[in-house]
């Protein structure tokens, strides 16, 4: 998982003139039936989501450009922002075309010539056949992805680990789905400009868009990752995928010029060679890539990224559809927006029909995960509140998949804050790794937001989180708590039995193992 922190506040001091007015401009919301669909078709795509328990996060669906339908599942909100994994790579796509058109660059530039200083003493012929359109493509001649043996290679410096990494066959003979070709790009353009991509695209991008809540991760040399790592509301993904389905056109100002976003959008390499489809998955992965985006069926493009986040654009339709998600069947999702929403998108205007549209704004509104369902307490609370139990250190390293290895655990409880209150509603269960300790808080029948250094990746940084608990039976605890601005949540299971805990994690996506082995142990003495 990667790590969630507070959204970007720092901005560069230049603005574009314009940007100010530009981003005071807010969609405008009609019905569906206004802009040619029922609502009745919105309402059996989320029905079909809701059939198949598919955890989506958020919704925005934009037909001639009013929003006719948006939702968050609470406790996922408007306001929030969330983790976009690859949906970030649309975004730094973007930046290089704003650079090629400003003149700093071409794609076809080598891609060794703006990094001599980190080029290897013998630069392959491969390597140095490679250009900046091969990077934006996936066509690096890679037959893997690079992001490990990058990172492994170049300590710090990934850059260098990439150069030291030279591609297997020649570029722009074979796609493979390539997060260090991305890194790369991000790379190129903080040499070149001097700045963050937050920074360049500020001015350029997220200020005339009114985009103003945002965070992106950045690497140990303080580059933004380019491939990953950006949060964004779900409003800001529409607006990307809004701004590109008016060919970089946005409130009478061309921001991205017309000839990139048809070079990033149509098919400049196939995408069903081996490494191609990164996640197993089928069809709408088969259909080719442009620049840092996905070609779909029905003639739609797509950014996206791990465990469904989308920006769907439909150019036949003139329709966009942005959706933040935590569940790893992504094609399971765009089928149902096959199947249920792009067929019910007609040419005209259809009648009126308050009654559908009423019943889908109250489904709408009605969408949420709720906290768990049980018990404030249990009669073996108060005996193993403070209890400290520690863990056998004997567990495979690989077991425990992206979570840290726990060796202990102690479960704390509170009660409420009105006088005289006994119920308890709240918990806290601390957890210690080689870290060392970490704070997971949860409500009961609510979510409680906090934060937690748990499960924040390598460096230990605090996420947002929201927290709920409930006791099962009398010796059995779930705690669950969901990283709010990002597609994960850890569900925690707790039952005493003596002196014992036993102890089960489980995640609800993960690149690796959803589930730790049940860990067993014992109260300290």
């Given at each position: ?31 569906p039936?206004?802009?040619?669909i ?15 328990e ?6 925005m ?5 009013h ?6 599942w ?8 969330h ?14 075309g704003l650079?090629?058109?400003e003149?700093?660059l ?25 250009r900046?359109?091969h ?13 490990e ?9 990934w ?23 991305t890194?790369?790009?991000?790379a ?53 995928g809004?701004?590109y ?8 100002v061309?921001?991205?010029?017309p ?20 996640e ?13 985006f ?37 094609q399971?999702?765009?089928d149902?927006?096959w199947?249920?929403l ?25 969408l ?9 307490t249990?009669?073996?609370a108060?005996r193993?509140?403070?209890q ?26 509170a ?37 937690t250094?748990f ?11 929201v927290?709920?608990f409930?006791?099962?039976?009398d ?18 299971t ?5 002196d ?5 994690m ?15 142990g014992?109260?300290?003495?």
């Open positions: 998982m990667s790590n969630s922190v507070a959204p970007h506040t720092d901005a560069p001091n230049s603005a574009a003139p314009n940007s100010t007015a530009l981003s005071q401009f807010d969609f405008p919301r009609t019905t039936e206004a802009q040619g029922s609502s009745r078709a919105v309402m059996d795509f989320l029905s079909a989501i809701a059939a198949d598919l955890e989506l996060h958020s919704l669906l934009l037909r001639h450009g929003v006719v339908a948006e939702g968050w609470a406790p996922y909100a408007r306001n929030r922002i983790l976009l994994y690859s949906l970030s790579k649309s975004f730094t796509s973007t930046a290089v650079a090629v058109a003149g700093r071409t794609i076809d530039d080598p891609v060794v010539s703006f990094f001599p200083e980190a080029a290897p003493d013998v630069v392959s012929d491969e390597l140095a056949a490679l900046v359109r990077l934006l493509s996936m066509g690096t001649g890679h037959v893997e992805d690079t992001t043996r990058m990172m492994a290679r170049g300590g710090e410096d850059v260098k680990g990439f150069l030291a990494t030279p591609p297997d066959q020649a570029p722009g003979s074979i796609f493979t789905y390539n997060n260090g070709a890194f790369m790009l991000a190129i353009l903080h040499k070149l400009t001097g700045m963050s991509l937050v920074d360049y695209l500020q001015p350029r991008l997220f200020g005339p868009l009114g985009i103003s809540q945002l965070f992106w991760q950045q690497n140990p040399q303080g580059i933004n990752l380019g491939y990953s790592g950006l949060h964004l509301t779900t409003d800001a993904i529409a607006r990307l809004q701004l389905l008016q060919n970089g056109q946005w409130q009478g061309q921001l991205i010029a000839e990139w976003v048809n070079a990033a959008t149509t098919r400049q390499i196939g995408s069903n060679s081996p490494g191609g489809d990164p197993g998955l089928s069809v709408d992965w088969a259909q080719g890539y442009g620049y840092q996905w070609r779909c069926r029905h003639n739609a493009y797509r950014g996206d990224g791990a465990f469904s986040q989308f920006c769907v654009v439909m150019p036949d339709q003139d329709a966009v559809l942005a959706i933040t998600s935590g569940t790893d069947k992504m399971a999702v765009l149902h927006v199947t249920h792009l067929p019910a998108m007609g040419p005209a205007a259809q009648p009126a029909d308050p009654e559908t549209h009423g019943q889908l704004v109250a489904q709408l509104g009605a949420a995960y709720p906290p768990l369902s049980g018990r404030p249990s009669p073996i108060q193993v509140a403070g400290s139990f520690i863990f056998s250190a004997e567990i495979p390293a690989d077991a425990t998949g992206d979570l840290p290895h726990v060796v202990g655990a102690t479960l704390t409880f009660s409420g804050n009105e006088p005289g209150a006994n119920e308890v509603d709240g918990c806290t269960l601390m957890l210690e790794d080689a870290s060392g300790t970490h704070a997971l808080h949860a409500g009961f029948g609510i979510w409680r937001e906090s934060t250094t499960y924040g990746g390598p460096d230990a940084i605090s996420s947002p989180t927290g709920s409930a006791w099962s039976g010796d059995t605890l779930t705690l669950q708590v969901r990283y709010i601005e990002t597609p994960h949540s850890l569900t925690v707790c039952r005493f039995v003596d014992t805990l036993e102890m089960g489980r995640l609800n996506v993960s690149f690796g193992p959803v589930e730790l082995p049940t860990l067993t014992r109260r300290a003495t």
